[in-house]
């Protein structure tokens, strides 16, 4: 009996560990760049629990620093909606955002994105990037209208699995 | 036999962690707007709320926008935001997740109010709001 309640007790111990690190806001830990369109997989509880309230989490890497300064700067007015936040969980995502920008991280994407972007170039929407132009110029203008699309900010419309951050060509299914 | 003292160990520390976030109930936000709108609980009318969760106001872009115009005419189904992510059903009966979280209420409305009407809620009309969403069965 003794060593049964040693057991649980170990059990328990090393079951609250692994779930403290599952639970516990990590600073925004990147396990390595996937090759092709994969994205780094980032955790940061704020940016996912905030930014994918409406849309998915938008990748850090998908725009630079100065971008997400003036997204995060203007959410009271955030391409046409009302998305302000408490002042700390703002500067805690906009840190995040930063810290993982395309001109901030080396991340494959980021420096895809990046490529023929001006120094002072700071867009606001991702679908203004020379980068995401680009990729999708073979994509119809009326298939972003469709109503199961919506719009080009949904994403995962297209690419199913964006939310885990799965970008390849060849798992795209444009809906009808 | 470990296995299963491990497990429910385990489900009890979520059910205490669901418990510390989760403090608030329908019941005691509409006590906290009632006494915020000086008024007692039982002048917080449900056809009050219904009525602004339908009614049409002048958007921005030439359109209407009413709550039901992202959350759906009833609110026990789940509804889209305007990029098309699924938006979890408002009523309590249909998520009892729903008005649980002071602060995820406070967030919303402000947000919400400040995009369908242009001017933030009072805490008649919040009280009014959640009188309305927690009668549906």
């Not at chain 1, 959410?75 to 969980?89: M, V």
Request: proline share 5%; net charge positive; hydrophobic share 40%.
């Amino acid at each position: 009996m003794n060593y049964l309640l040693r057991g649980i007790g170990v059990l328990a111990t090393v079951g609250t560990i692994s779930m403290l690190a599952f639970s516990l806001p990590s600073g925004g830990k990147a396990h390595g760049d996937g090759g092709g369109d994969a994205l780094p997989r980032l955790t940061h509880k704020n940016w996912q629990q905030e930014c994918a309230s409406c849309h998915i989490a938008y990748a850090p890497s998908f725009l630079p620093k100065a971008s997400w300064r003036r997204v995060m700067g203007g959410l009271d007015q955030h391409f046409g909606e009302n998305a302000s936040l408490d002042p700390a969980t703002q500067a805690d995502i906009l840190r995040f955002l930063e810290a993982n920008a395309a001109d901030a991280s080396p991340s494959q994407m980021g420096r895809r994105v990046m490529q023929g972007m001006g120094a002072n170039d700071a867009p606001l929407r991702i679908t203004e990037t020379r980068w995401f132009v680009r990729k999708h110029d073979e994509v119809p203008l009326a298939t972003w209208s469709r109503k199961s699309v919506g719009s080009a900010a949904n994403c995962a419309a297209c690419h199913r699995q964006a939310e885990q951050g799965v970008f390849d060509e060849d798992a795209v299914r444009i809906p009808k | 036999m470990i296995k299963q003292v491990f497990h429910s160990g385990l489900a009890m520390l979520g059910m205490v962690s669901a418990v510390a976030w989760a403090t608030e109930t329908p019941a005691s936000l509409m006590v906290h707007y009632a006494a915020t709108a000086s008024v007692p609980v039982s002048a917080l009318s449900a056809p009050r709320g219904a009525a602004l969760y339908r009614t049409e106001h002048p958007g921005r872009n030439a359109q209407t926008v009413s709550c039901a115009g992202c959350h759906t005419a009833d609110p026990k189904q789940a509804g889209r935001t305007r990029v098309g992510k699924r938006i979890e059903p408002l009523a309590p009966a249909a998520n009892p997740e729903r008005f649980t979280d002071a602060a995820k209420v406070e967030k919303w409305f402000r947000r919400n109010c400040m995009d369908v009407l242009q001017r933030e809620c009072s805490a008649q009309e919040k009280g009014d709001f959640i009188a309305w969403l927690s009668q549906i069965k």
